[in-house]
Nanobody
């Protein structure tokens, strides 16, 4: 079993930055594909970014390219999402998800993930 705990959410003004962290336990994070999803009020949860297991391939949705960066720290057993130039439309609950084994490509669909964190709120004020 893999347990995931997100942290780092909060309230920030537009243009500001936050760094979300997803701490994994139960397996080495290097063996996991990890993704970040977000859910704004009244919307479905949506993919944001992911990093593949071992090879560290990364993928982002277009709206966050150049602003968000996903990275892995094998020593701390965490995956982080650095979010810069935040916009009010980035406001959402952010979830990290993980999958052990499977494809080498970073998964982008919810159904490809086996483990989920509880979420952390990100609010960007205008």
């Amino acid at each position: 079993q893999v347990q995931l705990v997100e942290s780092g959410g909060g309230l920030v003004q537009a243009g500001g930055s936050l760094r979300l962290s997803c701490a994994a336990s139960g397996r080495a994070v290097s063996s996991l594909a990890v993704g970040w999803f977000r859910q704004a009020p009244g919307t479905e949860r949506a993919f944001v970014a992911a990093i593949s297991r071992t090879l560290n391939s990364k993928i982002y949705i277009d709206s966050v390219k150049g602003r968000f960066a996903i990275s892995r720290d094998n020593v701390e057993n965490t995956v982080s999402l650095q979010m810069n130039s935040l916009k009010p439309e980035d406001t959402a609950v952010y979830y990290c998800a993980a999958r052990y084994a499977g494809s080498w490509s970073p998964p982008v669909s919810e159904v490809e993930y086996d483990y989920w964190g509880q979420g952390t709120q990100v609010t960007v004020s205008s």
